[in-house]
């Protein structure tokens, strides 16, 4: 069973960058797909990134493109969310996503109903 395991949140300041990890555990081979997701509390998830199988697509939020880039590391099953120019508003909780279900493999990386596992997120603060 898929574990995915998010490293690299904290407090930042408005315009700073910051890097998170997504370690992914118990699933042998790249053909999965990650999305990063983040939720406010009582708020709905949103979608911030994804990436599709081995290599894959990348799909990025309106608001997040030109700001983030999503990149995997099939060899050591890592999955990293690189965000730049970080605004307040983007203070979230943050969720590493995977799907490795084949029928999904032509699905886009954000429909966050394909994935069915998640890290236990990780908290990033930016203060203006």
């Known amino acids: 069973q898929m574990q995915l395991v998010e490293s690299g949140g904290g407090l930042v300041q408005a315009g700073d960058s910051l890097r998170l990890s997504c370690a992914v555990v118990?699933?042998?081979?790249?053909?999965?797909?990650m999305g990063w997701f983040r939720q406010a509390p009582g708020k709905e998830r949103e979608f911030v990134g994804g990436?599709?199988?081995?290599?894959?697509?990348?799909k990025y939020a309106d608001d997040m493109k030109g700001r983030c880039t999503i990149s995997r590391d099939n060899t050591n099953n890592t999955g990293t969310l690189q965000m730049n120019s970080l605004k307040p508003e983007d203070t979230d909780d943050y969720y590493c996503?995977?799907?490795?279900?084949?029928?999904?493999?032509?699905?886009?990386?954000?429909?966050?109903?394909?994935?069915?596992?998640w890290g236990q997120g990780i908290q990033v603060t930016v203060t203006s």
């Open positions: 996503e995977g799907d490795p279900i084949p029928r999904h493999a032509t699905v886009g990386v954000e429909a966050a109903w394909r994935y069915v596992y």
């Open positions: 990436i599709g199988w081995s290599a894959g697509t990348q």
């Open positions: 118990g699933h042998r081979n790249s053909d999965y797909a």
